[in-house]
Nanobody, 117 residues
């Protein structure tokens, strides 16, 4: 069973930055697309960004130009650098495999991001 461990969340003022990390217990990590998702209170979980095994990144429109996804295959870790944060970015952030939809049915505990106005 895949294990996903997210970290790096916190409370930040609007305009601030955070860097999220997700480590995955996947032997084939380097061959997988990996993505970040988020769930705000009362909302469904939504896709935020993803990165292919070759390093090509995709973003939802609302975070383009502010968020950057990257990966370190040696560490089996995917990152999400979040700049110019807005209150509407407040959510629990999760990682999972896949390009635009989660590849695994199991999720990690997520990491809370709270952006104060």
């Amino acid at each position: 069973q895949v294990q996903l461990v997210e970290s790096g969340g916190g409370l930040v003022q609007a305009g601030g930055s955070l860097r999220l990390s997700c480590t995955a217990s996947l032997s084939m990590f380097s061959s997988l697309a990996m993505g970040w998702y988020r769930q705000a209170p009362g909302n469904q979980r939504e896709w935020v960004a993803s990165i292919t095994s070759g390093g090509n990144a995709n973003y939802r429109d609302s975070v383009k130009g502010r968020f950057t996804i990257s990966r370190d295959d040696a560490k089996k870790t995917v990152y999400l650098q979040m700049n110019s944060l807005k209150p509407e970015d407040t959510a629990v952030y999760y990682c999972n495999g896949g390009l635009y939809a989660p590849a695994f049915s199991s999720w990690g505990q997520g990491t809370q991001v709270t952006v104060a106005s």
